[in-house]
């Protein structure tokens, strides 16, 4: 079965630091990624996702990510974080074709200190 | 309004109690799922139904029953509650027609079982 494993659980950063989220997934297939931001207290919400093409992907709020095939991975990327990126990060992967459900990783928690 | 909406946002039940966790939505998806969020764990998936008449079994379905009441309607239901059922509930939709679609997710209901 696939899985996801998101590396850094908690990470730290100041106002204007550049932050890269790792993810990396485990299936042979083609796939769909997805990374997902839970504001506090809020729902999950769609940050930006990959399903072919470029495989440099811009997404909401300044974030891109970049899929790298041959490395499994779909790591986030942010030049300059503000205090408002302060929430949990959430990579997924869902199998293509086929099975429209989605595996997610365990999520990494950012606070971002103004 | 919200295109998926979950109720109740916030319960506390006690131990052996049955309780319904409710899901509709207005985007005329035919997919739904059920998950739950634990600390440290990520999203874990416990039940989906690509159509009314199909219910399928997610990775954490022991203790768990659904009901696929119309397209539109997914509930899900805990029989007997107890203690480590406490989590945060996350309904999600998504569009089977296509396999390059994504999953909207409900605001989450918090259930605490005491």
């Known amino acids: 079965a696939q899985s996801v494993s998101q590396h850094n659980h908690h990470v730290i950063l100041s106002e204007a630091a550049s932050l890269e989220l790792g993810c990396n997934y485990s299936?042979?297939?083609?796939?769909?990624l997805f990374w997902y931001v839970q504001y506090p207290g809020q729902h999950l919400q769609l940050l930006l996702k990959?399903?072919?093409?470029?495989?440099l992907v811009k997404g909401i709020k300044g974030f891109e990510a970049e899929f790298i095939k041959s490395k499994f991975s779909f790591n986030l990327r942010k030049p300059s974080v503000q205090w408002s990126d302060t929430a949990e990060y959430f990579c997924?992967?869902?199998?293509?074709?086929?099975?429209?459900?989605?595996?997610f990783g365990t999520g990494t928690r950012l606070l971002v200190s103004p | 309004d919200a295109d998926v909406t979950q109720t109740p946002r916030n319960r506390i039940t006690k131990t052996g109690k049955r309780i319904m966790l409710e899901c509709s939505q207005t985007k005329g998806h035919d997919r739904m799922y059920w998950y739950r969020q634990d600390p440290g764990l990520g999203l874990r998936l416990i039940y989906y139904?690509?159509?009314?008449?199909?219910?399928n079994k997610g990775e954490i379905s022991d203790g768990y029953s659904v009901s696929r009441q119309a397209q539109a309607k997914f509930s899900l239901s805990l029989e007997s509650a107890i203690p480590n059922q406490t989590a945060l509930y996350f309904c999600a939709t998504s569009d089977g027609r296509g396999a390059d679609t994504e999953a909207f997710f409900g605001q989450g209901t918090r259930l605490t079982v005491v």
């Open positions: 990959y399903f072919s093409g470029d495989p």
């Open positions: 997924a992967v869902n199998v293509s074709p086929g099975f429209q459900k989605l595996v």
């Open positions: 139904s690509f159509d009314v008449k199909d219910i």
């Open positions: 299936y042979g297939g083609t796939v769909n």
